[in-house]
Structures are given as structure tokens and as C-alpha cells.
């Protein structure tokens, strides 16, 4: 090798591990080096590339470097949650959201929806306090973000002071790059979200300014006190404020404008200088957004409606099936990789057997897979005449691939067979064990920093994770050997795991994955049980039995999820190893959301229609008053609620007999001063 070779190596090799130090920090945020030692390495290529210019054809170090990677910012609680946005992906969805938005009202006539362009950026928070900028903060969890202030403050477009405005005052909006300004930056990322994403999260906010983030205003967090009274006001007045408002938004009524509204934005998003994945709806009138409320996840007053999705056509050369973590057996095709809207896709999911079925797929054949948003591609229909004559019907495996036989169950509610099949061996399954302990480990559950899905793959296959508690005994030591992984992000992995065994009691049961029991149903089993000690007690046959009758006086626990938690605790595997995972943690107490509400420590359940609330609203108000709903009249029921409209004569009957206090609509409305 000439001297000139050798320090072409040299050049190349260290290139090489830079783009995988950026990788590491900023496809999965976790550093894997010190900032000295990276600082070290950036400064070797320097001094290589000016003694040598003509390493700059190799690789011109302009493009990498300048990305530093960042100490973790401070993370501080959101005084009013970050939410997320369910989706709608055509009409249908529309049409249902805006049922769900009356029927939740009781209203029947028109609602005025505001419409604006769904940004596809980074959502942030400013918080302004007496009219000056105090901090801002990234979304973070939806619940805790982080504080990058310093990075926000280099946005031009965000305002530092605000004229005659409320004394607290959250403003919150989607920091993005225009496009033209992402064709500078093409070779450090994927797509214009993730760089608006890398340089908000860098740690010098010197490096942030040389990129000319923008920013869109669509809705405020906490306000000490309300001046508005509509969507539409929210953001004349932001717009008056000097905040960038979109100019494409607008208030709309009928389901009929909302598509001609969808077509007309889709039709030129492409000469838009920002990407738009959809629309948000959301209800007008902020009095109505106020009733309305939310899930755990999502407000029940807008939707995002996302603009169709793209299509693209290929082969299926294989088809496999996975094990998901509650046994769920799902077909996939591996198809020839094709590029569809801008993403490689060599996967496309197909469901379950009876799709396989109803549209004839089979091997060999040519189809159509569409990609919409985040969801995985699948499977959309075949080109039966472009079929080859030998082409063979595909059949269904019967057996999971841990080898035994999987079923479909009947719903105990609809009492239709399933279209899924499932492997029902829980944690003695493999497939579905390595599955759950992904779950596990995910964003609502214990929320592991470091340990997402790909790290749990390697584990287990390392043997090192083969059950939930695996996760809180792992051997550093042994991790520290394994490629990819310093001192760092060994440091940063440990931490995480030690907060993450500090656990509330609901988090706790939805992150064990029983089936049928999501956030909603923990939350709500959480509340019922309130301790771990309590919750121990499902270990016990005899205690589990007695316990699974009460459950069902639980409203929104019945058969489907009473069988779920007794086939979960029956499995001996299951047992064992949630009782090993909870020697482990520390797990708190439920805590009740409301104590000092009007209703709280009360057990109320709801019979006939109201007049002037839905059902669901009453039951939402009663809950953000400290109460607990039931589902049946029992002796443990304090107030039975009666609307005017049609109630259960049998279930005021037995109320009376039991001595619960009845309650009229009127009194009901009373109580809570409507
Ligand atoms: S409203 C509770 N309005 O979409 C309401 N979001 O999945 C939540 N987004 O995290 C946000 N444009 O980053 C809202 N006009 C708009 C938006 C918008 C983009 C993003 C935002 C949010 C995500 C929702």
C-alpha cells in the first residue's frame, strides 16, 4: 500500500465510524461515545482532510459533521398534556367522527369544524409568562418534554415577547424545514421531520441556528384565562401576535365540504414548501372541545384525516407468518423491494388467513400494496392475469412457529369465530415471549430508553433476556463486549432501567400485555385494585375466582376481559414470571385522579338516556369528579343516576331494595352546577 492509500484508510475508517456515532444518536437516540471523544474524532478528520484536500472526494466532511451529539436535555412536565391525534383515512372515518362528536354532545344540528393542514414537523411548546418567552419544550412523551429553549429561541418566526396577553400563556405549534432548504441537507437525513427533529435536539443551539427552521402556530396549552371562545378565534388572535399561522386553514360544517376541502389541499400539497400529511379537524366552538375532553391518548374533539395513500406495484416471492404478543398469528408478504412514496418497502402485512382467502394470494403473484402514514404497508390487491398457470393456492399454516397448534376463538361478545388465529402458550411460546417483553419495554408501558425493539432482539437471542425481570438483572459487563455498545450509553441504559422500575400500579398491568386489557381497562382494573399486594392476589386460584366476580361490577370489564385475565394468571409460565418481574419493582399505589371531587370515593352508574349530556359525557364528568362507574347495582353502589328518557325499571328496583341513593336527571345537573 503507497503512503497516499494508507491515508485514504485511515480517512475512510474514520468516516465510517462518525456516520455510526451520528447514527446511534440520532436514528436512535442513544449515544454510544462521549462528547470528548467524538469532539476528538471530528478534529482528527479535520486535521486529515485540510493536510490532505484530496480526501474531500471521499467524503466532504461539511455533510457530517456539525452534528454533535447532545447531553440529554432537561425534561419537564407539560402543565397541560401533549396529545396525539387519531386518524381517519376516508370518508367512513369522517362520517363516524362526527357521530361519535354528536352523539357524545346530544346534539343533532351542524357542528362548525376548524380545518388546518396537518404539518408534518416536530410539535412544540412555548410557554409565555407575563408576555415574555420563560421556555420552550419538545413533546417529549406527550406528558414530560424537554427543554430546548436555546434551540427554539434561534427560530425567527417565534415571537420573544407577546403584546396584552393573558399572564400564562402556552402556545403550541410544528417546527419544520421548508423543502428547498432540506436539499441542502438530503446526506444527513432521511427526510425533512427527521432533520427538523435532529437539529432541534442538538446541543448547540450555534448548530441550530445555521438551519432555518420555521414554525406554524395551531393551539395553546395552559391559560390563566380563557379569552376565546372558538379554534378560528385562537388563531386570528395568534396571528396577530406575529406567530406564522397556515394560511390554508379555514372553518368548514358539512361532511360534503370536508371532502371537497381534502381533494382541493391534496391537489397542491405537492407545490407546498412544507410536507402535509392530512388534515386536522377540530370541533370549532372551545366550550364544546371542553366537554368533549379526551382518552388516554387522544382528544375526542379533532381527528386527523390523512390524505390517501401511495401505491406501488411488486411480486411476493415469499410468504411467512409472525407471532405478534398476544399470539395473534400474522401473515406477511415478502415481496421484491419497491419504493413507495419515498419509503423502501420489502414487506406488506396480509392480515389474516381469511384476507389471504377472500382475495386468492399466493406466491409468485403480482400486487398492488399501498402505504398510508405510519401504518405498514400491505397488501391491496392481486393481478390475477399476470398469474403463472403452475401458481399454487397458499396454505394457512395451522401450527405457530413454536410448532403447536394455534385456534380461533369464538368472541364471547358477538359470538362470531375469529379471523385471527392465535398461539394461546403466552410466555411459553418464544415468539410471543420475545413480543411481549418488546411491549413491554415500549413508550406507554415502562418506557425504557435505549431498549427498544431491535435491542430486544439481540438480547434474546444473546440469552441474556429471556423473561420481563431479565430486563432489571442484566449483565453490564457482558453488554459493554457486544458491538455498538461504551460507556455512555451503557451509563444512559442503567439509568433508564432503574427509573423505569418505579412503576404506578396501572402502567404496571397494561405493560404485563394481557389481552383486552389496553390503558383504558388498567386504568380502571388499577383503580379497583390499588396496590400490588391486592393485585398479588390473582396469583391465588381461590382469591382469583372471588376477585373475577367483582370485576365484573367494573364498568367496561365484562366476559371478554374477565376470560382474558383468567386464561392470562391460569398459565403457570404467565404467573411465574409476572410474580418475578414484581420482586423487582417498586410499584405505587394507584393514585385517584380526583380526591377532592365532588363525587370522589363514589360508586355511580348511569341507567336511561339524558337530555342534555350523552351517556359517555355524564360518565367522563363523573370520572373527572373523583367517582367510580359501575357497570351493575350491587351493595358497593352509592348513587344510581336516572335519566329521563327510558330507564331500566329492574335496575331502579334493585337499587331501592339495596338502599343506593337514587338520583334524578335534574339533580344530577345540579350537582355538578350545569
Ligand atoms: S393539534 C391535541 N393541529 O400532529 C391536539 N396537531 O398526531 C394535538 N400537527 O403532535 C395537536 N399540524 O405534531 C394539531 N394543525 C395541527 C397540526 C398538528 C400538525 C401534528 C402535531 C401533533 C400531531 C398529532
Not at 354532545?105 to 410557554?127: H, M, T, V
Not at 392476589?537 to 364498568?555: G, M, S
Amino acid at each position: 500500500m503507497t503512503e497516499k492509500e494508507k491515508i485514504k484508510e485511515e480517512y475512510r475508517e474514520k468516516v465510517q465510524k462518525l456516520l455510526k456515532y451520528n447514527r446511534s444518536y440520532f436514528e436512535r437516540d442513544n449515544p454510544i461515545i462521549s462528547d470528548s471523544e467524538y469532539d476528538k474524532l471530528k478534529q482528527e478528520l479535520l486535521n486529515l482532510s485540510k493536510k490532505h484536500p484530496y480526501l474531500k472526494k471521499i467524503q466532504d466532511l461539511g455533510n457530517i459533521i456539525g452534528s454533535k451529539p447532545s447531553v440529554k436535555f432537561k425534561k419537564v412536565k407539560h402543565s397541560k398534556p401533549m396529545l396525539s391525534l387519531a386518524n381517519a383515512f376516508d370518508k367512513e372515518g369522517m362520517i363516524d367522527f362526527e357521530k361519535k362528536v354528536k352523539n357524545f354532545l346530544n346534539i343533532s344540528s351542524q357542528i362548525e369544524l376548524s380545518s388546518e393542514p396537518k404539518i408534518d414537523g416536530i410539535s412544540a411548546s412555548l410557554r409565555y409568562e407575563n408576555g415574555k418567552l420563560v421556555y420552550g419544550l419538545s413533546r417529549g412523551d406527550g406528558t414530560f418534554g424537554e427543554n430546548i429553549t436555546e434551540n427554539l429561541t434561534t427560530i425567527k418566526e417565534i415571537p420573544k415577547t407577546l403584546p396584552n396577553c393573558p399572564n400564562i400563556i402556552e402556545v403550541r405549534g410544528e417546527v419544520y424545514i421548508g423543502k428547498k432548504d432540506f436539499e441542502n441537507l438530503k446526506d444527513k437525513f432521511a427526510n425533512p421531520r427527521n432533520a427538523a427533529g435532529g437539529s432541534l435536539r442538538q446541543k448547540d443551539s450555534k448548530e441550530t441556528k445555521k438551519i432555518p427552521l420555521k414554525f406554524f402556530a395551531y393551539g395553546i396549552g395552559e391559560i390563566s384565562s380563557s379569552i376565546f371562545k372558538n379554534q378560528s378565534d385562537l388563531l386570528k388572535k395568534l396571528k396577530n401576535w406575529n406567530f406564522p399561522i397556515n394560511q390554508h386553514c379555514k372553518v368548514i360544517t358539512s361532511i360534503d365540504a370536508i371532502e371537497k376541502n381534502h381533494k382541493e389541499l391534496e391537489e397542491i400539497r405537492s407545490s407546498l414548501d412544507y410536507d402535509v400529511d392530512g388534515i386536522v379537524y377540530k370541533v370549532n366552538d372551545l366550550n364544546f372541545q371542553d366537554r368533549l375532553g379526551s382518552t388516554s391518548n387522544s382528544p375526542r374533539w379533532a381527528i386527523a384525516y390523512k390524505f390517501s395513500s401511495v401505491k406501488a406495484y411488486s411480486k411476493i416471492t415469499k410468504i411467512v407468518i409472525q407471532v405478534g404478543r398476544t399470539g395473534a398469528i400474522t401473515p406477511v408478504a415478502k415481496i421484491d423491494p419497491v419504493t413507495v412514496g419515498g419509503v423502501v418497502v420489502s414487506n406488506a402485512t396480509l392480515h389474516n388467513e381469511d384476507e389471504i382467502n377472500r382475495k386468492d394470494i399466493r406466491v409468485g403473484d403480482t400486487v398492488t400494496i399501498q402505504r398510508a402514514g405510519d401504518v405498514i404497508p400491505q397488501v391491496l390487491s392481486v393481478d390475477k392475469s399476470k398469474r403463472s398457470e403452475n401458481s399454487k393456492k397458499f396454505i394457512f399454516p395451522n401450527k405457530c412457529l413454536c410448532g403447536y397448534p394455534t385456534k380461533k376463538e369464538i368472541s364471547l361478545t358477538t359470538k362470531k369465530t375469529d379471523a385471527v388465529r392465535r398461539c394461546i402458550r403466552g410466555y411459553e411460546c418464544d415468539f410471543t415471549a420475545r413480543e411481549k417483553l418488546k411491549h413491554i419495554v415500549s413508550k406507554d408501558a415502562f418506557d425504557i430508553e435505549g431498549l427498544g425493539k431491535k435491542v430486544i432482539d439481540n438480547f434474546w437471542k444473546l440469552k441474556f433476556i429471556k423473561e420481563p425481570s431479565d430486563i432489571f438483572r442484566l449483565n453490564y459487563e457482558k453488554i459493554e463486549e457486544l458491538e455498538g455498545w461504551g460507556k455512555l450509553s451503557i451509563k444512559n441504559l442503567k439509568k433508564a432501567i432503574k427509573e423505569s422500575s418505579n412503576i404506578s400500579l396501572d402502567k404496571f398491568i397494561y405493560s404485563i400485555g394481557i389481552r383486552h386489557i389496553g390503558q383504558e381497562n388498567a386504568k380502571i382494573l388499577g383503580a379497583f385494585f390499588k396496590t400490588d399486594k391486592k393485585f398479588s392476589e390473582l396469583f391465588n386460584i381461590k382469591k382469583r375466582k372471588d376477585i373475577l366476580k367483582n370485576l365484573y361490577d367494573l364498568d367496561g370489564i365484562g366476559d371478554t376481559q374477565v376470560k382474558s385475565i383468567e386464561d392470562f394468571f391460569s398459565n403457570q409460565k404467565n404467573s411465574n414470571f409476572i410474580q418475578s418481574l414484581m420482586s423487582v419493582l417498586n410499584i405505587d399505589d394507584f393514585r385517584k385522579i380526583n380526591k377532592k371531587g365532588k363525587l370522589s370515593n363514589k360508586n355511580i352508574m348511569f341507567t336511561g338516556g339524558f337530555e342534555k349530556m350523552s351517556r359517555s359525557e355524564a360518565k367522563a364528568l363523573a370520572e373527572e369528579n373523583g367517582a367510580k362507574i359501575l357497570g351493575s347495582v350491587s351493595k358497593k353502589l352509592d348513587y344510581l343516576v336516572i335519566g329521563n328518557s327510558k330507564p331500566t325499571k329492574k335496575k331502579i328496583e334493585k337499587a331501592k331494595d339495596l338502599k343506593v341513593d337514587l338520583m334524578t336527571e335534574d339533580k344530577w345537573y345540579d350537582l355538578l352546577n350545569r
